[in-house]
């Protein structure tokens, strides 16, 4: 069954701060997927990224599958990015979705 | 973007009663998804399906079932629902070609 890790669980920035959050997972995978969610807020992608590293905006992820490890970095953090990041793999069919706890940030201006 | 839209978004039953959850997508996506959100476990599987008709068993899926009536529309019923059901649930879709997924609102659901 696949295990999804993250942390840290929670973060504090100050505003214009860079942050990195990091994701393990148990079972070699190639599909990870980051999402944002506002306290009680469906869920938004941020980024689908499998391998590599990928670019949105602010946001870079960078996968090493064969470390089973993702990490996202927020550059020049803004209020709004307060909320909480969460990380996803799928399992080895492909088929089902296993989120990690996310991570808690919290930017102050 | 696809969208994926649940009702109701709040929920308030009895210990016993008997509550139906609805999700609905719009973009003929073949996968959809019903997990609930909870404070310290994050977000858990309960059922999902690969298209009408069809069932898969999540990773917490006691006292749920679920139905897929058409591609469409994917059902989560609380039969004889517990205050342990007590969560936020979301439902999600994807397509077998792109894995991005899509997430519903989500449905507050408070059994008393």
């Known amino acids: 069954e696949q295990q999804v890790q993250q942390s840290p669980a929670s973060l504090v920035l100050q505003e214009a701060e860079n942050a990195e959050l990091q994701c393990s997972f148990s079972i070699f995978t190639n599909q990870v997927q980051w999402f944002y969610q506002r306290p009680g807020g469906r869920l938004v992608s941020l980024l689908y990224n499998p391998s590599g590293t990928k670019q949105s905006g602010r946001l870079t992820s960078t996968t090493v599958i064969k470390e089973r490890r993702s990490s996202l970095h927020i550059s020049s953090s803004q209020i709004t990015d307060s909320g909480t990041y969460l990380c996803a793999t799928y399992n080895s069919a492909g088929n089902k979705l296993t989120f990690g706890i996310g991570t808690r940030v919290l930017v102050r201006p | 973007e696809a969208a994926v839209t649940q009702s109701p978004r709040n929920k308030v039953t009895v210990t016993g009663g008997n509550v139906t959850l609805s999700c609905r997508q719009t973009n003929s996506h073949n996968y959809m998804y019903w997990y609930r959100q909870d404070t310290g476990h994050g977000l858990r599987l309960i059922h999902y399906?690969?298209?009408?008709?069809?069932?898969q068993i999540g990773d917490v899926p006691d006292g749920y079932k679920a139905t897929r009536t058409t591609q469409e529309d994917f059902f989560l019923l609380l039969e004889l629902a517990s205050p342990s059901q007590t969560s936020l649930y979301f439902c999600a879709s994807r397509d077998n070609a792109n894995t991005e997924v899509f997430f519903g609102k989500g449905t507050r659901l408070t059994v008393v």
């Open positions: 399906s690969y298209g009408a008709g069809n069932l």
